[in-house]
């Protein structure tokens, strides 16, 4: 069965520092671009960062730039991404996505004092 599934989210205050873990099974992690992404209630769904398959580029919302940092262990199937200095804004649901449009469920980040 080909999943992604995120977890590592929690309540944190302001200032402090999360790092969430997208686990992947059932295909091979090392052709796929994995993202992820973020939804705040009442808000749209958007990308905050992104690593490719190839040579690991990654990508990066302007909003995250300086704070969050993407990362991938192919052997270990799993892409973490690192959030440092948190925000209130940055409370969302987040998402992680696998090139193919695989989706995860969903883990939730609430930046809060």
């Known amino acids: 069965q080909v999943q992604l599934v995120e977890s590592g989210g929690g309540l944190v205050q302001p200032g402090g520092s999360l790092r969430l873990s997208c686990a992947a099974s059932?295909?091979?992690?090392?052709?796929?671009?994995i993202g992820w992404f973020r939804q705040a209630p009442g808000k749209e769904r958007e990308g905050v960062s992104c690593?490719?398959?190839?040579?690991?580029?990654?990508y990066y919302a302007d909003s995250v730039k300086g704070r969050f940092t993407i990362s991938r262990d192919n052997a270990k199937k799993t892409v973490d991404l690192q959030m440092n200095n948190l925000k209130p804004e940055d409370t969302a649901v987040y998402y992680c996505?696998?090139?193919?449009?695989?989706w995860g469920q969903g883990t939730q980040v609430t930046v809060s004092s």
């Open positions: 996505w696998g090139s193919g449009d695989i």
């Open positions: 690593i490719s398959s190839s040579d690991g580029s990654t």
């Open positions: 059932g295909f091979t992690l090392d052709y796929y671009a």
